[in-house]
């Protein structure tokens, strides 16, 4: 199934979901053990050309096949620098925390954008220091 190198992976577990960082995007296959992660496809994403300009993935926020709990992954040769990077990092941190609150923009819009800004700082200050 999967190739011989084993990914070069970042994985934070934190309470409410876990944040996996790679320069790889198919690394998130490797990570999983998976040939198909939530409508995307190991095979495809190696045939890809992954650059800093155009990946496979960029980022991806959903429900791990392990462990059931949302996770957050950042291909990091695809942030760029800047509003680039801060720009797709908060874009995932929206979507998980859509996921985590339930998508209650009615009633928790305010808590929802907050929460992903917040995290987004929070990994935005994790990515810096790799």
């Known amino acids: ?25 198919c690394d ?15 095979q495809k994403c190696l045939a890809h050309k992954n650059t800093k300009e155009s990946a496979y993935i960029a980022g991806l926020t959903n429900i791990s096949p392990k462990t059931k709990k949302d996770f957050l992954f950042i291909n990091l040769n695809r942030l ?13 941190t ?9 998508h209650d923009v009615n009633k928790k819009e305010e808590e929802i954008i907050t929460w992903a800004e917040n995290e987004a700082y ?3 200050d994790i990515i810096e220091k790799l």
């Open 80 to 92: 760029g620098k800047g509003k680039e990077k801060m720009g797709l990092i908060m874009h995932e």
């Open 122 to 124: 929070k990994i935005y």
């Open 28 to 42: 998130i296959f490797t990570h999983f053990k998976v040939e198909d992660l939530h409508g995307l496809n190991y």
């Open 1 to 25: 199934m999967m190739g011989k190198k084993k990914p070069s992976i970042k994985v934070y577990n934190y309470k409410k979901y876990t944040l996996i960082l790679s320069k790889n995007p």
């Open 94 to 102: 929206m979507h998980l925390s859509l996921e985590l609150h339930k």
